[in-house]
């Protein structure tokens, strides 16, 4: 593949989804910077908890860390053909500095809008839940477990709903959004790097149209 496929798209418009079945079915590996900033939870210390707050907040972490963050897991030994960025670049800074590190590693860069009406990713968010063992993403309305609350694959593990899935949290994560990521929506359009699929409707078809994109 050679190159950096970067999904681009507000809270909630299925980035994690298709990455995740991208990973699964095309051994591409999806780098999303909220899981990693998740997985901080565990740690006890200074910058973990003050990570969990931004993220809580509905704000983004420093472009610095997660620059850092991005580079060493890039560097390891499964991203040398390529990579899928779930949930990165969301400012201008880091989109010029992802534009370093991918002349370094050298790959191209292909950004994919994942379009979704504002009025549907209020309900997808606010009924997201997540098994904690494999990461399959439901929704309480739309895909919900076989089982109330509890993962079809791992029936002794309860879902998880993100501490930043609630209506509070998630209408500051659209403002910033729209504040900081969707301009680079533009950015990489006028450099002829975009395109866009639809991110209604079936889960199949959206993951038919972006792959036919990769
Ligand atoms: P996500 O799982 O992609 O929705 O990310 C959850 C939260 O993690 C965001 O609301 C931010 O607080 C933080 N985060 C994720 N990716 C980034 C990023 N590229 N830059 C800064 N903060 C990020």
């Not at 910058?47 to 963050?69: C, F, H, P, W």
């Not at 010029?96 to 370094?104: G, P, R």
Request: hydrophobic share 30%.
């Amino acid at each position: 593949m050679d190159k950096i496929i970067v999904l681009i798209g507000a809270p909630g418009a299925g980035k994690g989804t298709q990455a995740r079945l991208l990973q699964e079915r095309e051994g591409i590996p999806q780098i999303s910077t909220g899981d990693m900033f998740r997985e901080m939870k565990t740690l006890d210390t200074p910058l973990a908890r003050e990570v969990q707050e931004i993220m809580k907040s509905g704000k983004l972490i420093s472009d610095d860390i997660t620059y850092k963050i991005v580079r060493d897991r890039t560097s390891r030994d499964d991203c040398r053909s390529g990579y899928i960025l779930d949930g990165y670049p969301r400012t201008a800074v880091q989109a010029a500095q992802l534009e370093d590190l991918a002349s370094e590693q050298g790959f191209e860069i292909r950004a994919i809008e994942v379009d979704v009406p504002r009025g549907e990713l209020l309900k997808r968010l606010t009924g997201r839940r997540n098994c904690p063992v494999c990461g399959e993403i439901y929704n309480i309305y739309s895909k919900p477990p076989k089982t109330d609350n509890v993962c079809d694959l791992h029936p002794d593990t309860q879902l998880n709903h993100r501490a930043d899935d609630n209506e509070e949290s998630v209408s500051a994560r659209l403002e910033t959004y729209d504040e900081q990521t969707k301009p680079l929506i533009e950015y990489y359009e006028n450099s002829g790097r975009l395109s866009r699929v639809d991110g209604t409707g079936d889960v199949e078809a959206i993951y038919a149209e972006l792959k036919s994109l990769i």
